[in-house]
């Protein structure tokens, strides 16, 4: 009697490794061409609060500016550096190939947002947060050196701005104008 099961499928080439970068550190690149709109990798890391996250950065002297730290919907923080994978080597540019994005479940997965060579590496936009003073050496400490041409110079998000309060417009009615109508012509006359 022969056995009609398929032997099982060997593995798929892995879509990414990591390798030195020449941007920064470690980075991920492509092990063989990724399509747009392909799921690449899961972020991985454990889940923790934000006040953890704090905690993790200031026990390592902070700020943390080579972070594994991921912000959730929830509020919480997935750490890329206790129990995560190959996807917290991807570095930042301001011209990323790749975004991440939290599923509804919450976990995060990287999805490429154009077409990738083998061996060109991998990078998103990683807009970091750090609610201190943005002094020049804290920018210096979240440099960029993505090279790309429209480079921001740093991997921090833009703080809000503050704008002064602006003088509230008075309303027409007040300013004695009758308020704006729409016109119709006049039906035409029959005959």
């Avoid at 002297?61 to 997935?78: C, K, Q, R, Y």
């Avoid at 970091?128 to 740093?154: D, M, Q, V």
Wanted: proline share 11%; glycine share 8%.
């Amino acid at each position: 009697m022969t056995d009609a099961r398929q032997p099982p499928a060997a593995p798929s080439t892995p879509a990414c490794r990591v390798e030195r970068s020449p941007v920064h550190g470690n980075g991920v690149f492509a092990n063989r061409a990724i399509a747009p709109g392909e799921r690449i990798i899961q972020y991985a890391g454990r889940e923790i609060s934000w006040d953890e996250a704090q905690a993790r950065a200031a026990a390592q002297g902070g700020p943390h500016n080579h972070t594994f730290f991921f912000s959730l919907a929830n509020g919480n923080v997935v750490d890329g550096g206790d129990h995560g994978n190959d996807a917290r080597y991807i570095n930042h540019s301001c011209e990323p190939n790749c975004e991440a994005i939290e599923e509804d479940d919450g976990t995060i997965h990287i999805y490429a947002l154009q077409p990738i060579a083998q061996d060109e590496e991998l990078s998103y936009s990683y807009p970091l947060i750090y609610e201190g003073r943005h002094t020049p050496a804290i920018k210096r400490a979240f440099a960029c050196r993505c090279g790309a041409a429209n480079c921001s110079g740093t991997m921090l998000a833009p703080k809000p701005r503050r704008r002064r309060p602006q003088p509230q417009a008075t309303p027409a009615a007040e300013r004695g104008a009758a308020p704006a109508t729409v016109q119709t012509p006049p039906p035409a006359a029959p005959g």
